[in-house]
């Protein structure tokens, strides 16, 4: 299996950026797809997850609002499109995805199986 992210760039403050996953090698609507984040100095921490087939998506409450996170089927990709965005939303985005991810764990990067390689976002102000 393997993640590729892109998407990602510079952007200011107030700004929208989207940013994709697509997968080989596993067909997204049967896997738990999550994004999430990393900046200098800082943690992973979750971002968004969609749920295998029927779609329902998770978010972060920094993010809720602003960030939306769906599915392709047909072109086995993810997006996440992300609206006002904010300088603390710079950081290195990840997409990951597991098969067996149960909904307790959605926001645990341990949980999951397979990693994309990262795409950086920049907002400045």
């Known amino acids: 299996v393997q993640l590729q992210a892109s998407g990602g760039g510079l952007v200011q403050a107030g700004g929208s950026l989207r940013v994709s996953c697509v997968a080989s090698?596993?067909?997204?609507?049967?896997?738990?797809v999550g994004w999430f984040r990393q900046a200098p100095g800082k943690e992973r921490e979750f971002v968004a997850a969609?749920?295998?087939?029927?779609?329902?998506?998770y978010y972060a409450d920094s993010v809720k609002g602003r960030f939306t996170m769906s599915r392709d089927n047909a072109k086995n990709t993810v997006y996440l499109q992300m609206n006002s965005l904010k300088p603390e939303d710079t950081a290195v985005y990840y997409c990951a995805a597991d098969r067996r991810l149960i909904l307790s764990s959605l926001t645990i990067p341990g949980q999951y199986d397979w990693w994309g390689q990262g795409t950086q976002v920049t907002v400045s102000s």
């Open positions: 969609i749920f295998r087939s029927g779609g329902r998506t």
């Open positions: 090698g596993l067909e997204f609507q049967n896997a738990v």
